[in-house]
């Protein structure tokens, strides 16, 4: 199965005009050209009910929810048919917001076991627009229901306040590079190759320490060369002294240079 060859956008975010909408809409202008049809689909908009483990099991053998759910009927069909997928959300919390939870887990109760997205091309996009945290920890699970439905993830594209210019760019590039990929699913030789496959992604790996060193370099790098150097400098002892086994004044460090950052940039 290879879709329609549309690159479908999916808005996992209450706010049609904020930050997610816009990265997305990114991706979508980057697959329009190179040529793909794109569609943008607002969640909001049809909001996923929440799964209610009903027994015995059919969904899974009938492929349809067991109850009524118009949204999920709507938003399940056009990934499926979809020629490449890319999800946004906002980060809530360090998470995922809770419409794009609700839509995952009833993906996995009901097409998760026959695997009608073998192969298919997609990426996540995720906005910590706050304070920044949860930049990564927000989208693992986007990539792990990327994982479980054994779609071909490409490298996701994590966005703060502090790097979102940046991260537009790369939406809008990574939107071109999902495009080319449309009209072919390239499914996984076997769980092992998928396995593999998530783990070499940028970012996923991260540990909570890491992230936080990562969301630091961001707010330093957001800042003029002339007034970054003290947070450069900073992060570059957080990173000596966690080298030396001190985690706990590396944190520490780290987390001087976020505020100092976040302060400038407020400023």
């Not at 040529?35 to 027994?55: F, H, I």
């Not at 990426?123 to 930049?135: D, P, Q, V």
């Not at 092992?192 to 991260?206: F, I, K």
Request: hydrophobic letters at 45%.
């Amino acid at each position: 199965m290879s879709g329609n060859g549309v690159v479908l956008g999916l808005v996992g975010s209450p706010n049609r005009e904020g930050r997610t909408n816009r990265l997305v809409r990114a991706a979508l202008e980057g697959a329009a050209m190179a040529g793909a049809a794109t569609e943008l689909l607002q969640m909001s908009e049809r909001v996923v009910a929440a799964c209610k483990d009903c027994l015995p099991w059919v969904c899974a053998e009938k492929r349809k929810c067991t109850y009524d759910d118009q949204a999920f009927e709507l938003l399940s069909e056009k990934v499926l048919n979809a020629g490449a997928l890319i999800l946004g959300t906002p980060v809530y919390w360090w998470d995922t917001s809770a419409m794009v939870k609700y839509f995952i887990l009833k993906m996995f109760r009901v097409h998760a076991r026959s695997a009608p997205l073998q192969g298919l091309p997609a990426f996540g996009i995720s906005i910590a627009g706050g304070t920044g945290n949860g930049l990564v920890s927000g989208l693992r699970p986007v990539y792990h229901f990327f994982q479980i439905m054994q779609m071909r993830a490409l490298d996701p594209v994590p966005a703060t306040r502090f790097n979102f210019a940046g991260a537009e760019n790369r939406a809008r590039e990574m939107g071109g590079i999902v495009a080319a990929m449309r009209h072919k699913r390239h499914p996984f030789t076997g769980l092992e190759e998928r396995l593999l496959w998530y783990d070499q992604l940028p970012y996923l790996g991260l540990s909570r320490a890491e992230e936080r060193r990562l969301l630091a370099s961001l707010a330093a790098l957001a800042l003029p060369e002339d007034r970054s150097g003290k947070l450069v400098s900073g992060l570059a002892r957080a990173d000596t002294l966690r080298a030396g086994g001190d985690k706990m004044a590396s944190m520490v460090e780290i987390t001087k240079c976020y505020d100092a950052g976040a302060k400038a940039l407020a400023g």
